[in-house]
């Protein structure tokens, strides 16, 4: 069958397509990027907020209304909210052919033989609850940069989250397994690795993860410092991420690893939430304000350059004027590289979910644009102190908007469009000058490599 698969939400669930893609792959399907020309057209949804979960439900509305023109069409949905709305999926989505959880994942070739077979619609979504969670760790050939599970659910009990409602209770994945699954991907060209996991930086807190004979040459005692030091050993691999951070987990020995290991980049999404001490009370953030403010000296102290990016949710029950105003003097104190700005949304089933939504949805959105603007005028600032200076991009194709230039890039996660150099090919690391900068993108012109022996030019290096 040729598939194709529609992707809503977070970076968890671009790697669970990813997976999937690959496992489909293994038994014979064929992935294309057109969607009107697949068989099987799986949409892979998200529930961290209304709106996600409303675009996901239309699409699938469409999906199964377009079954006219494509009478042998497979439509199924599979992630967070099938998750969630186990119990009533098929009367919301009428036609749909089937809905795969997201402890179901590595089941869903079968759910799709079912289907096929029986042509009727079939359900895999039970709570994952046994011992160890399955994790698929096949991957699609031929990328530079990859993520990689390494923490699965979360045991964190944010107020407003939907999170450990439907991906479960916090499991690590065994280190061995993480390292060997870099590994491979690395001898197969990969050049970045992205560690994921919804707190990651609680790996290895609920079960073990590395053998008792394991000794970290460096003397680390954490488990998340101990799988960057023996990740940044693999041969080939340039550049380590992992998000999303806590400032809980930002420890001396974690910020020691970040700025030791030099495949770590110097970028960490560190979410903020909101600048209220009471708000964060309220939220079960497990920080203060001021908490947090000490987690960010402390990256900035050690690891100069670094990058720090953040998620706000404004509008959160009962968040009053002077609440939000804390939220705006403290992101300008921090001065984000970036931030995402979230109106607040009630989530079924989540302690917030009690409160009266007080905010009104004007008034959301009033306050989601006036951080968004200043966090534009912020980044450009930023970005903006970078001309002139040569940066480091790791090329990883052609740029979306004008294919006769390429994006990358850098180790701070900016992203950087250039004109590409001669013989240059996906997974080129390169030196770009940079000429201009906006809020998102940074604009610049490939320097050809240095002869052997010629000083290289002077410069900044910013990232
Ligand atoms: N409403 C609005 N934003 C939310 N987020 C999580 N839950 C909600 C919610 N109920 C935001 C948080 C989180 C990001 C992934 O989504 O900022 O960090
Ligand atoms: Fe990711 Fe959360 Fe959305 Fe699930 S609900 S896709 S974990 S953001």
Redesign the pocket.
């Known amino acids: 069958m040729k598939f194709h698969i529609r992707t809503y939400g977070?970076q968890m669930n671009e790697r669970d397509s990813e997976a999937i893609g690959a496992l489909l792959i293994k038994h014979g399907n064929t992935p294309t990027p057109r969607e009107w020309e697949a068989d099987l057209v799986i949409v892979n949804t998200c529930s961290?907020?209304k709106k996600a979960e409303d675009k996901a439900l239309g699409k699938l509305g469409l999906l199964v209304a377009g079954k006219g023109d494509h009478p042998e069409r497979i439509v199924g949905a599979m992630g967070c909210m099938v998750q969630r709305l186990r119990n009533s999926i098929f009367e919301r989505v009428p036609g749909l052919d089937f809905a795969v959880g997201t402890h179901s994942l590595s089941n869903l070739p079968n759910v799709v033989d079912l289907v096929t077979r029986k042509n009727t619609p079939v359900i895999d979504a039970g709570d994952g609850k046994e011992e160890c969670p399955d994790v698929l760790s096949i991957h699609e050939q031929c990328a530079v940069t990859a993520f990689v599970n390494i923490l699965l659910g979360c045991d964190r009990r944010c107020s407003?989250?939907?999170v450990p409602s439907v991906r479960g209770q916090e499991w690590s994945r065994p280190a061995e397994h993480i390292l060997e699954e870099i590994r491979e991907m690395v001898s197969s060209g990969v050049r970045e690795v992205t560690l994921l996991g919804q707190s990651v930086m609680s790996y290895g807190r609920r079960n073990e993860v590395w053998p008792n004979a394991h000794a970290s040459p460096r003397g680390f005692k954490e488990p998340l410092a101990r799988l960057l030091e023996a990740v940044n050993t693999i041969q080939g691999i340039e550049r380590i991420r992992f998000t999303?951070g806590h400032p809980s987990g930002c420890t001396p020995e974690l910020v020691q690893a970040m700025a030791e290991l030099p495949a770590v980049c110097g970028h960490l999404h560190l979410?903020l939430?909101s600048g209220s001490d009471r708000i964060l009370k309220m939220m079960r953030r497990g920080y203060t304000v001021d908490d947090y403010r000490r987690a960010a000296a402390r990256l900035r102290k050690t690891i100069p350059g670094i990058a720090l990016t953040t998620?706000?949710?404004v509008g959160f029950p009962s968040e009053s004027a002077e609440d939000f105003d804390m939220t705006r003097k403290i992101m300008a104190e921090i001065s984000f590289d970036n931030s995402?700005i979230?109106?607040?949304?009630?989530?079924p089933n989540?302690a917030?979910a009690e409160w009266n939504d007080t905010v009104s949805p004007e008034e959301k959105l009033i306050r989601n644009k006036n951080l968004l603007a200043e966090q534009n005028k912020r980044s450009t600032a930023i970005n903006r102190e970078l001309i002139g200076t040569v940066v480091e991009v790791l090329a990883t194709g052609c740029s979306k908007r004008n294919p006769s230039r390429w994006s990358g890039r850098t180790r701070t996660n900016k992203i950087v469009v250039f004109e590409p150099p001669e013989g240059i090919r996906p997974g080129t690391t390169l030196k770009v000058d940079i000429e201009r900068a906006g809020a998102q993108t940074l604009y610049g012109i490939a320097i050809p490599p240095a002869p052997q022996g010629a000083p290289a030019k002077q410069g900044t290096e910013h990232d």
């Not at 979230?342 to 989530?347: G, L, Q, T």
């Open positions: 977070c961290v907020r407003y989250c939907v999303s979410p939430q998620d706000v949710i995402f979230f109106k607040y949304s009630s989530r989540t917030a």
